[in-house]
């Protein structure tokens, strides 16, 4: 799912198709606007990615709820959402954590299962997110600035998988993009063994 709206809404559908060509690995997909979403559609599906492009763009109702009830694995990407923790309630006790703003700290590095990705200084759009309950929620990686100051960058609590940025966007070759491409395994094939083969 995808957005559509503001200046830079004609974006929301690259970044999908750019989506679409790392899950074909997994199987079929379909891409569309977030804003054409129907209820219920979580449930036909083995898992949902949704990519927050355009900052407050408007999230249908049926949408938001049917991420709270998901009983398939969900990965959202960056922007809106607050939107979903507005939605519910109870979404910091639940999911562990409370979205902040974004930083203006410049972040150099991702950190994932110890190694140092680049990430490009000029890209200032993590999301903070507060509140951290450990015991409810994973931090998969980290987000660094050269002080050696750590962000949670990529969480997973219960179904929800939620990446503080929007990684297909300033992709470099050691980029912190290898990230979504790694957690993609978890979110559509789990039990794939792990193959070292360089």
Not at 7 to 36: I, K, N
Not at 95 to 116: D, E, N, Q, R, S
Request: glycine share 6%.
């Amino acid at each position: 799912l995808y957005d559509q709206s503001g200046d830079s809404g004609y974006l929301g559908e690259l970044y999908a198709m750019a989506m679409g060509t790392l899950v074909s690995h997994f199987g079929s997909w379909r891409a569309e606007p977030v804003g054409q979403y129907r209820a219920g559609e979580v449930a036909h599906t083995r898992a949902v990615i949704y990519i927050g492009s355009s900052y407050d763009e408007p999230l249908p109702k049926p949408f938001l709820d049917d991420v709270r009830n998901a009983s398939c694995p969900v990965l959202w990407l960056a922007d809106n959402i607050w939107q979903l923790s507005a939605a519910a309630p109870d979404f910091a006790a639940h999911y562990g954590f409370t979205p902040g703003l974004y930083t203006k700290t410049p972040l150099t590095k991702v950190v994932y299962k110890g190694v140092h990705l680049d990430r490009d200084v000029e890209n200032t759009s993590v999301l903070q997110l507060l509140d951290l309950n450990v015991q409810v929620t994973s931090v998969l990686a980290w987000a660094e600035a050269k002080n050696g100051r750590q962000l949670p960058w990529a969480v997973r609590s219960h179904e929800l998988f939620y990446i503080a940025e929007n990684p297909l966007a300033f992709i470099g070759p050691t980029d912190r993009y290898l990230v979504l491409c790694d957690v993609l395994f978890d979110l559509l094939a789990p039990d794939t063994p792990e193959r070292h083969r360089a």
